[in-house]
């Protein structure tokens, strides 16, 4: 298994640009999340799915959507992107069985916007 | 709401046990853990701990849980170099499935 993979591993974006942040797991996990992480503050949540076709917002969710249309796929768009949102983006995935609490992380996305 | 709060930064050296605090605000049933992140790297789950728990060990790691004071605490026995990394503290409420609230992160340098 690959576990949770994440590309770009870095990108630089202008102000008002958009992108789209790639998450995948092959390991057939219905929970997938996405963080960020700033200095000083650990990692907030941003979107969550609990499976395909169900997203929910999490504690920074502005300026972010997402969608799941697959089990395996999670994407992260950036619709318009400013300064604040510069930061290291990980997705995060996680089985629903009882007795398994281990979410995978992914090795993250360093996002810088100008 | 869930609020998580830790120190910055701890220094030990090699061969002494290291001890990380946490503080958690929520006092519903609660999943606590700590993970470990190397430079660059992502975040690795070391261990988890059910708040209906008082201790949990796993090798060098043991983590203690008071409840009354919601604190929970890693230590690291006999720590090493390759220990040197950011700890964090994060909490789960039973039945919110993703959302983990995380501290700040403990940074870790191990000295020799």
């Known amino acids: 298994n690959a576990g949770v993979t994440q590309t770009p591993k870095f990108q630089v974006l202008k102000t008002g640009q958009s992108m789209t942040l790639q998450c995948a797991q092959d390991?057939?996990?219905?929970?997938m999340s996405w963080y960020r992480q700033d200095p000083g503050m650990g990692l907030r949540l941003i979107h969550y799915?609990?499976?395909?076709?169900?997203?929910d917002q999490g504690e920074v969710p502005n300026g972010y959507n997402v969608s799941r249309s697959t089990t395996e796929d999670f994407p992260l768009r950036l619709l318009s992107a400013a300064p604040s949102q510069t930061s290291v983006y990980f997705c995060?995935?996680?089985?629903?069985?009882?007795?398994?609490?281990?979410?995978?992380f992914g090795p993250g996305t360093r996002l810088t916007v100008l | 709401g869930e609020d998580v709060e830790q120190s910055l930064f701890l220094s030990v050296r090699e061969g002494d046990s290291s001890v990380i605090n946490c503080t958690y605000t929520?006092?519903?049933?609660?999943?606590l853990y700590w993970y470990k992140q190397e430079p660059g790297a992502g975040l690795q789950l070391l261990t988890y701990?059910?708040?209906?728990?008082d201790m949990k060990q796993d090798q060098r790691l043991t983590v203690l849980l008071n409840k009354k004071d919601k604190h929970l605490s890693l230590r690291i026995a006999d720590t090493q170099t390759g220990d040197s990394a950011i700890y964090f503290c994060?909490?789960?409420?039973?039945?919110?499935?993703?959302?983990?609230?995380f501290g700040t992160g403990t940074r870790l340098q191990v000295t020799l």
């Open positions: 995060a995935s996680r089985a629903n069985r009882a007795g398994t609490d281990t979410q995978y």
């Open positions: 390991m057939n996990h219905e929970y």
């Open positions: 799915s609990v499976g395909a076709g169900i997203t």
């Open positions: 929520d006092s519903s049933s609660t999943y």
């Open positions: 701990i059910f708040s209906n728990m």
């Open positions: 994060a909490e789960r409420l039973t039945g919110t499935a993703s959302k983990l609230t």
